[in-house]
């Protein structure tokens, strides 16, 4: 193919694609409008139905927990993957750990570098659990929670301790954590079914205050289980990977 | 486009205000996105990746979607750029052994 037939192949392409984007534009309902009474109707009922102010969380949690689910099980599937993925292969080899603590540990982070990760990683663990535990008051939740809880992790290994990342996080407590925090929401919602209730039906007593942090039933409960999951699934592959980096060499 | 509720909290912007910030937002946001895509170093893309993944969370907080802004700043602005890294110093070490070996 000649580079002018190559060019007028690719701009009839362009001009159909161009052709159904405008057509398909023309289309969209207006920008901010929302045509579904779906919202609305939860912005009414959720915080009577479920006494979480936070209605975010009580449409993940608890009308829309089933999607939440299957989401979750996304994430512990993948860091699944990834730890099947870059197991130690034939051919490769690990370094003693005390030979490879020299190299491991790399060039020295710099004292600035040192000190500002040391000093965030107690604040970020205590933000991370924080919106890990305040999903029914605000828009926070498991999933976010769970994430900075893993950064406080990286911020270990950023100070430049590979060592005390790997002793802190080893991979079999990981892989447990990860493990209770995925079965314990599937849990939750077969505890329902168990009392003849519809799966996930939010069972458990849901507080007199709405937007207490005791409020709310199974979606306050839910969202720990996400919680823990998610930094537990973070942490696994983010120590997978930098021990592949660091540590797993080719043999020769 | 949202229009804040006329003033009862003082933590509610006027709507122009909003409007304006949306605008501003969605053009950074875009300048950005081309940003990476032109980076051609790997280490610097991943920077201007993250800065990239800072400037989206802003866009949706003002979209009023605080919570997608949290799950965005951590997994856009530094879960990303932190496996991207960490795969870049993998492949660097292995070309290092390569050259190590003839």
Redesign the interface.
Known sequence: MTARTRTRVFLAAMAGLAAFYVWGLTGLPG??SYPGPYGYILDHVAVLQTNATGV??AINFSYRGIDTLGEEFILFIAATGVSTVLRHLRGEREESAGAAALRAEGPAPSDATRQATVLFVGPVMVMGWF?GSHAQTS???G??GG??L??AF?LIYLAGQFLAFRRLSPVPLTDAVGAVGAGGFAVIGLAAVAQGLPYLYNFLPLGSVPGAVSSSGTIALISFFVGVEVAAA?VL??SE??E??LLV??E? | MIVASAGTSPFVLPGAVMDGLQVVLLVLVAVLATAVVLTRAPVRQVIVLSSYGLMLALLFLAFQAPDVTLSELTVGAVALPVLLMLALAKVRGQGRERRRDR
């Open positions: 920008f901010g975010v969380s919106l828009p926070s939740g999933f976010q994430v900075i893993a950064t990286i973070f592959i983010v990977l930098l592949q980096t060499e080719a020769r």
